[in-house]
């Protein structure tokens, strides 16, 4: 089955520090992968997306990922990061021949940003 | 664009009590999604819509959950009789809902909290 494990249920950085969010991915397939946040009271907004194209991902805000296919990993990295990054940050994975319209959430890591 | 519309945005009951959520979704698109978002973990699917028909309610709890997407626009969740573990964010998603990887992408609405007490 299709699953993902967010690795730190909370990451704490200062303002202007990197910004690491690890997630490992389990799939019998090739998969296609996403990073979403969700600000406080909001809706969740996509962030970026794997789709077997190019491995290194640039998503908006700063943000990206790496799929290592060697490593069963998906991990999500800013340079620096900024106050409105405090956020929950999920890892997702779709499920075969579902037209990527089926998602599987992680159970998500939540980023505090300290000034 | 104006995005996903949800109401209420909270909603507490007693158990046993019934409660329905109310979606609109983006003008256009033909995929309309609920979730469960439980405190401490990632949204879990309930049942996802193409146009006015059911496509997957495999996690939908039947035996108190319902949803209809009448008219193939807006969508309503109802619980009855609630439970104290049915206390979560419901969230509701739309997509355009065409195969290609282009109109894949779930847009969110910010979401309905319910408590149960």
């Known amino acids: 089955a299709q699953s993902v494990t967010q690795l730190d249920s909370h990451v704490s950085v200062s303002e202007g520090t990197p910004v690491l969010l690890r997630c490992n991915y389990s799939?019998?397939?090739?998969?296609?992968l996403f990073w979403y946040v969700q600000h406080p009271n909001k809706g969740l907004q996509l962030l970026l997306k794997y789709t077997s194209a190019a491995t290194l991902v640039k998503g908006i805000n700063g943000f990206e990922a790496e799929f290592k296919k060697s490593e069963t990993s998906f991990h999500l990295t800013k340079p620096s990061a900024h106050m409105s990054d405090a956020a929950e940050y999920f890892c997702?994975?779709?499920?075969?021949?579902?037209?990527?319209?089926?998602?599987?959430f992680g159970t998500g890591t939540r980023l505090l940003v300290s000034p | 664009e104006a995005g996903v519309a949800q109401s209420p945005r909270y909603k507490i009951i007693e158990k046993r009590q019934s409660v329905a959520f109310w979606c609109n979704p983006i003008?256009?698109?033909?995929?309309l999604y609920w979730y469960q978002q439980i405190l401490g973990q990632g949204p879990k699917l309930l049942i996802q819509?193409?146009?006015?028909?059911?496509?997957?309610d495999s996690q939908l709890p039947k035996d108190r959950f319902s949803a209809e997407r009448l008219k193939g626009v807006d969508s309503t969740l109802k619980i009855q009789p609630a439970k104290l573990e049915d206390s979560a964010v419901y969230l509701c998603?739309?997509?355009?809902?065409?195969?290609?990887?282009?109109?894949?992408?779930?847009?969110f609405g910010p979401g309905t909290r319910l408590t149960v007490t």
């Open positions: 997702v994975v779709t499920l075969p021949n579902t037209g990527f319209q089926k998602l599987v």
């Open positions: 998603a739309s997509s355009l809902g065409r195969q290609d990887r282009v109109a894949w992408e779930q847009y």
């Open positions: 003008s256009g698109h033909a995929t």
């Open positions: 799939s019998s397939y090739s998969p296609s």
């Open positions: 819509f193409q146009n006015n028909g059911v496509v997957d």
